[in-house]
């Protein structure tokens, strides 16, 4: 059955794109919204509109959104910590090596798959099903989501991540020292035109904010590899906007890719991190209902430790 709403544009709809939106009020992404909209499903004061429309005051939004694409997912029993839980939502510390959802050439063994086996059902979102989903981090980063349990978690959720009120910090260990200790890259993303499974800085792409602070530096690193450089930093980053591979596509762009990663990196010989070296270290957010503070911390999980201790003492990451 579909799912219908009709709205009439007041707050924080007022000015914002159609697309945004309807994510909002439905909970889904802003790519299942456009979709939607493009296909007909969504009407602005009577009629069809683009997902970049802008909305203005007291426009009717009306919407009749078919219900998600159901696929099978199965529950499986997989290690994973949940750090907290509750009623409408809990937070879970990911290990690296595991996908956050079943995806093209990762069908299974995913988070989602382990949250099934140990919540039950989970609301869905994005058009297809990804029970829980708010967000995501790339297979090989480890560290903290926050996951939807019910669909009023799921409403809350998305809506604080679309308005940027669920604050997201990383630590992640890179090449080379930046010029300025602090610093803001701000620079759209988009497919990479030479390899559609990785993204670039280009011109005409979503744009994508990300903060970093230097808190550590290494240097007289002695590399097998002559060609590595000799010097690394820990930064703590922050997340303005989301977008996927963010962090380390931002880090190679500015000349600091991250150690140990494959596709924005250097695989320089003699490096023990077999994996990115990002790891999502914090989460804090106002509880969705009775919005109380909350903050939750992980800790660097063993790889990570130890690459910071061999940088520390003057080794090879």
């Known amino acids: 059955m579909n799912e ?45 509109a683009k997902p970049a429309s802008v909305v203005e ?34 937070v879970v510390d990911k290990p690296s090596g595991m996908a956050t959802h079943p995806a093209r050439g990762t069908p299974d063994g995913t988070l989602v798959n382990a949250l099934l086996a140990r919540l039950g059902p989970l609301p869905a979102i994005n058009g297809v099903r990804r029970p829980g989903i708010v967000h995501r981090l790339d297979k090989d980063t480890s560290g903290l989501l926050v996951v939807a349990k019910t669909d009023r978690g799921m409403a809350a959720l998305t809506q604080m991540m679309t308005s940027r009120r669920i604050k997201r910090s990383y630590d992640a260990v890179v090449w080379g020292i930046p010029a300025n200790p602090r610093g803001v890259i701000d620079a759209p993303l ?87 070296a990002l790891h999502a270290a914090s989460l804090a957010f106002a509880h969705p209902l009775t919005h109380k503070p909350l903050s939750y911390e992980s800790p660097w999980p063993q790889d990570f430790a130890a690459l910071v201790e061999r940088l520390r003492a003057g080794g090879m990451p």
Not at 17 to 25: G, W
Not at 202 to 220: F, L, M, Q, S
Not at 221 to 240: M, N, Q
């Open 57 to 90: 005051a007291h426009q009717r939004i009306h919407i009749e959104a078919p219900p998600p694409r159901d696929v099978a997912l199965a529950a499986q029993d997989l290690d994973i910590t949940i750090i907290h839980d509750e009623t409408d939502f809990c």
């Open 4 to 48: 219908v709403r009709d709205i009439v544009a007041r707050g924080e709809d007022v000015g914002a794109r159609l697309d945004v939106v309807v994510a909002r009020h439905l909970a889904r992404s802003r790519t299942a919204s456009a979709e939607l909209i493009r296909s007909g499903h969504v009407l602005l004061d009577g009629k069809a």
């Open 190 to 276: 988009g497919r990479d035109p030479q390899a559609r499974t990785k993204f670039a800085v280009r011109e005409g792409g979503r744009r994508a904010v990300t903060h970093y602070r230097t808190a550590e530096t290494y240097r007289h690193i002695a590399p097998e590899d002559r060609s590595a450089p000799t010097t690394a930093a820990l930064l703590t980053v922050e997340l303005e906007t989301g977008r996927t591979h963010q962090i380390r596509v931002h880090s190679a762009a500015i000349g600091h890719p991250l150690i140990g990663d494959a596709t924005y990196g250097v695989a320089y010989a003699g490096v023990q991190m077999r994996r990115q």
